[in-house]
């Protein structure tokens, strides 16, 4: 269910569990897991580490972190790329899962979506400064003025319209 809803309609997320009966007891047990993935209907699970590609592998993360967040105590998890190759509804609900686990534990998440920032508790702005010899990068939190700005900059490009300011407000 979760894989569906995180933009992989054919979304299918297996654990294979090996176990060598001859081997020595080890402190990392005797067993072989290895995470299997089919992103796509009618294709076999594969190794993730294989077929995944990285905005894949955050959206798997996401749905096992969901799927496991009400079994944890509070964490801290980053994510970065979740929004690669995603947009519109998809990326609402990613943005929604990415809340729904900020209300249990701390969760930072790099986007470039405004569906996705806009679902945030709190948002933080990440420039890049370069004076051509040196660059630096600026973290800034932004109120609630600066994020409809920011808000309306990633749906509407370089020239911020009034529409634009709108529809960043809704969301």
């Known amino acids: 269910g979760l894989m569906r ?6 979304g299918k997320f297996e654990i294979a569990i090996e176990t060598e009966t001859d081997a020595e007891p080890a402190a990392s047990g005797s067993d072989r897991i290895e995470f299997l993935v089919s992103a796509n209907p009618g294709q076999p699970a594969k190794p993730v580490a294989r077929v995944a590609s990285g905005g894949e592998l955050s959206r798997i993360s996401l749905a096992v972190q969901v799927a496991a967040a009400h079994r944890h105590a509070r964490t801290c998890m980053i994510f970065d790329e979740v929004d690669a190759g995603i947009g519109g509804g998809v990326a609402e609900i990613v943005g929604r899962q990415l809340r729904e ?6 969760v930072l998440c790099v986007t470039h979506l405004a569906q996705v920032a806009s679902q945030a508790h709190h948002q933080l702005r990440v420039n890049k400064l370069t004076d051509g010899r040196t660059s630096r990068t600026a973290v800034s ?3 609630p003025d600066e994020r409809v700005e920011e808000l309306a900059r990633m749906l509407g490009g370089v020239e911020i319209t009034r529409k634009a300011r709108e529809h960043a407000r809704e969301m």
């Open 101 to 106: 686990l900020g209300d249990r534990g701390q």
């Open 5 to 10: 809803q995180l933009g992989m309609p054919g």
């Open 141 to 143: 939190a932004l109120g």
